[in-house]
């Protein structure tokens, strides 16, 4: 049962890495030191993906709140 659990969490940090490289990339090619700086701060669709692979990846998949 361990290695499942382990499987899961790689595959929330995998998405959540893969997803901080992208958010990244978008913020050198318009030369943003952050997102709150953009213009398409609010309806940008990467931060949005972004956001919420950061919370899958602290609650590993599991709807519902989880505990800092």
């Known amino acids: 049962?361990?290695?499942?659990?382990?499987?899961?969490?790689?595959?929330?940090?995998?998405?959540?890495?893969?997803?901080?490289?992208?958010?990244?990339?978008?913020?050198?090619?318009?030369?943003?030191?952050?997102c709150s700086s953009c213009e398409l701060y609010l309806e940008c669709e990467l931060r949005s993906d972004y956001v919420k692979a950061v919370y899958n990846s602290m609650s590993k998949g599991d709807t519902g709140g989880f505990e800092f």
């Open 1 to 34: 049962m361990q290695t499942t659990n382990a499987i899961e969490m790689d595959k929330f940090e995998l998405y959540l890495d893969e997803m901080i490289e992208k958010l990244q990339k978008c913020q050198n090619e318009r030369q943003r030191s952050s």
